[in-house]
C-alpha cells in the first residue's frame, strides 16, 4: 500500500523535578531525554543534534510552559530546531527526510516533540508516494521506542500519512495496521501494541493501539489516516495543544501504574497485619493472666506501630495518585475546551473518550482500592486498642492486687507494732530465767509479750484483709 508525505512524531514526557523522586536520579539523568533524541536523529539522519546544548532549562521559571530552546537559537520565532537529510533505500535510492525537534518545559517536567517526515513538495514539485515500508526506515533498530526510565513519563508515537485515493473504497484499518507492522517489523523482540479503539478525529479516521489499563509496558501508538485537506490545517492549527494533551495523558497514566505498584505492597501489608491479627495468642487462664502472656501481648504492641505507619503512608500514596490523575485530568479537559475554541467547536469525541471513559475507570478504581484497604488500617487500630485494653486492665488489677497488700500489711504492721511496745516494757526482765511452762508457773515476760506481739499482728492483718474485701 502506498501513502503520501508519511509522518513520525515522538511525543516524549520526563520528569525532572517532584517529591518522590531520588535527587540522584535526576542530578544523573536530567539530559535522558535530549540524549534520546540526539540518538534518534543519529540513528536516522547520522546526525548530531547536540540538543542538551542548545537549550536552556531555566528560561523563564515563572511560566507553566516555556518554549526552551535557548534564544541564540531561535530563528524567524522558530523555536524548533530543524533537520534534514538523506535517507537510503534498499541500498539504492537516497530519499530526502526532514523534520524538527521541539524542546519544551510544562509544569514539573520537560517535554520533546520530535518529527520526522517524508516532506510533500521536494525543489518545489509535490513528492511521490511511497510504501509503507519506508515508516521502518524511520525506525531503525526501534529507536524511537524509548526505554524504561525512573523519570519517563511516557510516550506517544503519531504517525500521520495522506491517502491520494481516498475516493475509493478501501479498508482504513488495514492500511493503518499495514503502517504499525512496517513500523515495527521485528516483533520478537518488540511486539506491536493491539489495537484498542477507532475513531474520526478533524474529519480523517484515526487508529489508537495500546491498552491505557495495561499497566506495564503501556505503548501509546496513534495512526492518522487524512482523507481531507481541512485535517492537516486543523492539525497544525493546535499542535501546541495536543502536545499538552499528551503530556496530562501520560501523566494520569503514570500516576495510574505507579498506583498499581502501591496497591501490591499495600496487598502484601494487609495479608501481614491479618495474619498479625490472627496470631494474637489467646490466654490460658482467663481469670487470671501469666507474666509470660503479658509479655507476649507487649511485644506485639511494639510491632504494630511500625506496621500502621507503613500501611498509611502507603494509603497516603494511594490517594496522592488519586489526586493526580484527578488534577491532570481537569487540564485535559481545559485543553480539550481550547481546542474547540480554537476550531469553532470541532467534535472531539476521539480525545474525550480518554477522559469520560479511561479517567473516570481510573479513579473509581483507586477509590475502591482505598475503600477496601482502610478497613486494614480499622483492623490495626482496632487490634492496637484492643491489647493496649488487656494490658491496661491486667496492670489494673496488678495494681490493685498490690495495693490490698500493701492495705493489709500495713494494717497489720502497725497493729503490731503498737502491741510490740509491751516488749520494750519488758526488756529489762530479759535475763530472767525461762521457766517450763505450766499453770503454776507463768511464761517469761519477754517471750509472752513477744507471742503477743505476733498474734496481734496476725489478728490485725486478718482485720485489714476483711476491710479491703468489703470495699
Known sequence: MKIYAPNIHLFAFQLYKGSNIDPDTISNDVNFIWERGNAIVQEVLQQDLQLSKRIDVKKQPEFTKVDILKDTEVIDENYA??????????HQQNILVTGLAYPCRISDSYGLWLNLRRPEKE????????ETDFLQYLNPKNCLLLPEHPLLLGQTLLITAWINNAKIQVDYKNIADECL???FPNQTQNPVPLFYRQGELFG????????????????????WLFTKQETGNKFHQCYSELLDLFFYHHKVIKSYKDSRIIYQKLDENYRKIDSEVDNIPEPENTQRLTRKYLKLLQKQLKAFPK?????????????DKQNTIAINADNYSNKLDQIKQTLNGENLEFLENFLNRNCVTFK??????????????????QAINSIRGIVEIEQTKR?????????????????????SGVVVQHIDKINRPVAFISPNSPPHPFYASLFLSITATL????????????K
Open 81 to 90: 530546531l530543524d533537520v534534514s537529510g538523506n535517507i537510503t533505500i534498499n
Open 181 to 183: 507492522q512496517k513500523l
Open 123 to 130: 525543489n518545489n514539485q509535490p513528492t511521490e508516494d511511497v
Open 459 to 470: 489478728i490485725f492483718i486478718a482485720f485489714g484483709w476483711l476491710i479491703t474485701k468489703r
Open 364 to 381: 473509581r478504581q483507586i477509590q475502591g482500592d482505598l475503600g477496601y484497604f482502610q478497613h486494614g488500617s480499622q483492623l490495626l487500630d
Open 399 to 419: 495494681d490493685r492486687s498490690l495495693e490490698t497488700t500493701v492495705q493489709i500489711l500495713g494494717i497489720g504492721f502497725g497493729g503490731g507494732a503498737i502491741v
Open 307 to 319: 506496621l500502621s505507619l507503613e500501611y498509611t503512608r502507603l494509603l497516603l500514596n494511594l490517594e
Open 204 to 223: 480523517s479516521p484515526i487508529f489508537e493501539y495500546g491498552l491505557p489499563n495495561q499497566s506495564s509496558k503501556y505503548q501509546q501508538v496513534l495512526i
